[in-house]
C-alpha cells in the first residue's frame, strides 16, 4: 500500500496530532484544501470522541455474526465519505467483495482506477489458488507473509487517509503454528499501522484459539470490539460492542444492529 491515492499537488495532509476521524472537509488554503478524515461507520457511532489515525483495532467475532457484512459497510461508508481502503479478504473471493461494495453505493472500479481502493487477495492462496488479482502473496506460510508485507507494505509513506479492513486472520492457523502467525502480526501488520498512520481494523473468530493467543494480540493493539449472534433473544438478535478502547472513551454495552436489503450494517435505534 502507498498514499500516491491522494495527489500531493492538490491535497495537504493536516498535521498528525490535528487528524480526526470526523465527516470529510476540504477547504482551501492557497488552493490546497486540507483533507480531513472521514468518520468509522459503526465503530465511531459508539465512541465519545474520534479515534487517531494509527489507531489499531482487534474484532473477535462469531462466525454466524454480522461481522463480514459490517466490514464492508465500513469500508463502503469510508470510501463514500473521500478516504481510501485497503481490504484484505481470506474467506471470500475478491469479486464477492467487489460486487457487495458495488451494492453499497461504491464506485468500485473507478476507485480502483484512482487507487483508492486497494482489495488483497488472501480467499486464492487459502484455497490453494493462484490469485490474479494485483495484491495478493502467493502462499500463507508466515515466512512468506513476513517477507511479502515487509517488501510491499511497510516502507510506504504514512497514509493517515487510509483504512485497512482484515475480514478473518484466524485463516493463517490454517497454515502455520499459533505462535508464529501471533508473532506476525505483532511484528508486522500492527507496527506498520502505528508508523505509517493507517487506522486498522483486523478481524478473528472468537473461541477458536489459545487463550494465549488472544492475550497476545488483545495487549499489543488500542481497542477490542466484539460482534456475536444472541440465540437466547426470542428472535435472535445480531450485537456489537466496544469491550476497550484506550483512546477515546466509549459506550461499552452490547448493541443490537439491523441488516438492511442491501447488507447494510447500521445501529438498531
Given at each position: 500500500?502507498?498514499?500516491?491515492?491522494?495527489d500531493?499537488?492538490?491535497?495537504?495532509?493536516?498535521p498528525?496530532?490535528?487528524?480526526?476521524?470526523?465527516?470529510?472537509?476540504?477547504?482551501?488554503?492557497?488552493?490546497s484544501?486540507?483533507?480531513?478524515?472521514?468518520?468509522?461507520?459503526?465503530?465511531?457511532?459508539?465512541?465519545?470522541?474520534?479515534?487517531?489515525?494509527?489507531?489499531?483495532?482487534?474484532?473477535?467475532?462469531?462466525?454466524?455474526?454480522?461481522?463480514f457484512?459490517?466490514s464492508?459497510?465500513?469500508?463502503?461508508?469510508?470510501?463514500?465519505?473521500?478516504?481510501g481502503?485497503?481490504?484484505?479478504?481470506?474467506?471470500?473471493?475478491p469479486d464477492?467483495?467487489?460486487s457487495?461494495?458495488h451494492?453499497?453505493?461504491v464506485?468500485?472500479?473507478?476507485?480502483e482506477?484512482?487507487?483508492?481502493?486497494?482489495?488483497?487477495?488472501?480467499?486464492?492462496?487459502?484455497?490453494?489458488r493462484?490469485?490474479?488479482e494485483?495484491?495478493?502473496?502467493?502462499?500463507?506460510?508466515?515466512?512468506?507473509?513476513?517477507?511479502?508485507?515487509?517488501r510491499?507494505?511497510?516502507?510506504?509513506?504514512?497514509?493517515?487517509?487510509?483504512?485497512?479492513?482484515?475480514?478473518?486472520?484466524?485463516i493463517?492457523?490454517?497454515?502455520?503454528d499459533?505462535?508464529?502467525?501471533?508473532?506476525?502480526?505483532?511484528?508486522?501488520p500492527?507496527p506498520?499501522?502505528?508508523?505509517?498512520?493507517?487506522?486498522q481494523i483486523?478481524?478473528?473468530?472468537?473461541?477458536?484459539?489459545s487463550?494465549?493467543?488472544?492475550?497476545?494480540?488483545?495487549?499489543?493493539?488500542?481497542?477490542?470490539i466484539?460482534?456475536?449472534?444472541?440465540?437466547?433473544?426470542?428472535?435472535?438478535?445480531n450485537?456489537i460492542?466496544?469491550?476497550?478502547?484506550?483512546?477515546t472513551?466509549?459506550d461499552?454495552r452490547?448493541?443490537?444492529?439491523?441488516?438492511?436489503?442491501?447488507?447494510?450494517?447500521?445501529?438498531?435505534?
Amino acid at each position: 500500500m502507498s498514499d500516491r491515492s491522494f495527489d500531493s499537488k492538490r491535497f495537504r495532509i493536516i498535521p498528525n496530532c490535528a487528524i480526526t476521524h470526523e465527516n470529510h472537509k476540504s477547504f482551501g488554503t492557497n488552493n490546497s484544501p486540507v483533507f480531513s478524515l472521514p468518520r468509522i461507520p459503526l465503530v465511531e457511532d459508539l465512541t465519545k470522541g474520534p479515534i487517531p489515525p494509527g489507531t489499531n483495532l482487534l474484532v473477535e467475532f462469531d462466525p454466524a455474526s454480522q461481522w463480514f457484512n459490517a466490514s464492508l459497510t465500513i469500508a463502503a461508508g469510508w470510501l463514500r465519505s473521500g478516504g481510501g481502503v485497503s481490504y484484505v479478504t481470506h474467506s471470500q473471493p475478491p469479486d464477492d467483495v467487489r460486487s457487495q461494495l458495488h451494492s453499497l453505493g461504491v464506485a468500485v472500479e473507478n476507485l480502483e482506477q484512482k487507487d483508492r481502493l486497494w482489495i488483497t487477495d488472501l480467499y486464492s492462496a487459502s484455497i490453494g489458488r493462484k490469485s490474479t488479482e494485483k495484491f495478493a502473496p502467493e502462499s500463507l506460510k508466515v515466512a512468506d507473509m513476513s517477507l511479502w508485507i515487509a517488501r510491499d507494505a511497510m516502507a510506504d509513506a504514512p497514509a493517515p487517509e487510509f483504512l485497512v479492513l482484515s475480514d478473518n486472520g484466524s485463516i493463517l492457523d490454517r497454515f502455520n503454528d499459533e505462535k508464529n502467525w501471533v508473532e506476525l502480526y505483532l511484528t508486522r501488520p500492527i507496527p506498520m499501522g502505528r508508523s505509517r498512520q493507517l487506522t486498522q481494523i483486523m478481524g478473528f473468530l472468537s473461541n477458536v484459539h489459545s487463550s494465549w493467543a488472544y492475550k497476545q494480540l488483545e495487549a499489543a493493539v488500542d481497542g477490542i470490539i466484539d460482534f456475536k449472534l444472541d440465540e437466547a433473544s426470542d428472535p435472535v438478535e445480531n450485537l456489537i460492542r466496544i469491550r476497550s478502547l484506550r483512546k477515546t472513551g466509549f459506550d461499552g454495552r452490547w448493541h443490537k444492529l439491523n441488516i438492511a436489503q442491501n447488507l447494510e450494517v447500521t445501529l438498531a435505534k
